[in-house]
């Protein structure tokens, strides 16, 4: 982010941002410029959301770990409660062609509801990894629990192993293993009962370097993009120029909270990655190195990507090399298989 001779000048430089849902309309960021004496100094805001580059209302929050939590997308498990509540929303595919979530955010005290919650998958222990982020789940593959056991330095929450408190909603009718949801109040209870580390580590304190006024993107104009994980999971994103907003649309479809509140976000990142299987059943993801898209304020750049070990941060460039700056506000991450995007 970024003596004066017989008087003393005063100036007060406010910078006021408004935070927002994902399903509502954003606003940008007012910005002042400072007049130049002999010195300039830079005042860098404490309260910054480092996943959103927003400010964060609740000071407590400041500083502190993101959780990170998995969501199904099982047709049965829509609408999801608190869809519109995240500042990363992440997907990708898991077994059987469909896909999960893993709903990441800075802070969650104030979430009232969370769900339906699912079982633990050894790619999205990794990206959570990747943002310092505890990990919440319910069970886990064979693969996620052998990562995790074998790994001390994985901090999560396993609800099947009663790490916190869940519930069940059984209004809709649909088998059990859809029905489990969770709270901010309980997920930070949980963490406390745990004694998990709560602080952030000051490495990750940057996954995103966030641009000082919104960018208009390199690549051309971005309306709408389309993102492929396979027959029945097709994701397509809507650019408003009203409010600057990509909204969701899953097989066509408004993708919607249960509340109805379509889901919508700033910055709409595509991963193209190789995705291949094991035990003839669950996908895997390869975490390496890559190229993708992003699309924000309805332009699109083609970029570059890396990651590496599972506790390693992401890293995004231009295809010069250049590090990446994103507009501030809440972004949509897939991890595409490569060749499914398609941008008009």
């Known amino acids: 982010m970024r003596r004066i001779k017989g008087f003393v000048v005063i100036l007060l430089a406010l910078c006021m941002v408004i935070p927002f849902t994902a399903c509502k309309k954003e606003e940008e960021p007012e910005t002042t410029t400072q007049p130049t004496t002999e010195t300039t100094t830079e005042a860098v805001p ?11 209302e609740n000071e407590e929050a400041i500083g502190k770990r993101p959780f990170a939590i998995m969501v199904e997308n099982h047709p049965d498990a829509r609408p999801q409660w608190g869809l519109c509540t995240p500042d990363i929303v992440v997907e990708g595919l898991v077994e059987g062609g469909i896909t999960r979530m893993l709903w990441i955010y800075s802070d969650v005290s104030a979430v009232e509801k969370i769900g339906p ?25 064979k693969h996620a629990y052998n990562l995790m056991n074998s790994d001390s330095s994985i901090d999560h929450l396993d609800y099947k192993n009663g790490d916190a408190t869940y519930e069940r909603d059984r209004s809709r009718g649909v088998a059990l293993e859809h029905t489990a949801y969770t709270t901010g109040e309980w997920i930070l209870k949980g963490i406390e009962n745990k004694g998990l580390r709560t602080e952030l580590n000051e490495d990750y304190a940057k996954p995103f370097t966030f641009a000082k006024s919104k960018k208009t993107l390199s690549g051309g104009e971005c309306k709408e993009v389309t993102a492929s994980f396979s027959y029945s999971y097709n994701h397509t994103f809507k650019y408003d120029e009203t409010d600057g907003l990509y909204y969701n649309y899953m097989n066509s479809n408004r993708m919607t909270d249960s509340d109805g509140n379509q889901m919508a976000v700033s ?78």
């Open 46 to 56: 404490k309260n910054i959301n480092i996943l959103t580059g927003l400010p964060l």
């Open 267 to 344: 910055n709409v990142l595509i991963i193209s990655c190789n995705v291949s299987y094991y035990d003839s059943k669950y996908a895997e993801w390869n975490l390496s190195s890559g190229s993708g898209y992003y699309i924000s304020n309805g332009t699109y750049e083609e970029i570059k990507w890396e990651k590496g070990s599972t506790h390693d941060m992401f890293k995004f460039t231009d295809a010069n090399g250049n590090e990446i700056e994103f507009n501030t506000g809440k972004f949509w991450i897939g991890f595409v298989p490569a060749g499914n995007t398609t941008i008009s």
């Open 117 to 141: 919650c699912r079982s633990a998958r050894n790619n999205y222990i990794e990206v959570a990894e990747a943002f310092d982020a505890i990990y919440g789940h319910f069970g886990g593959s």
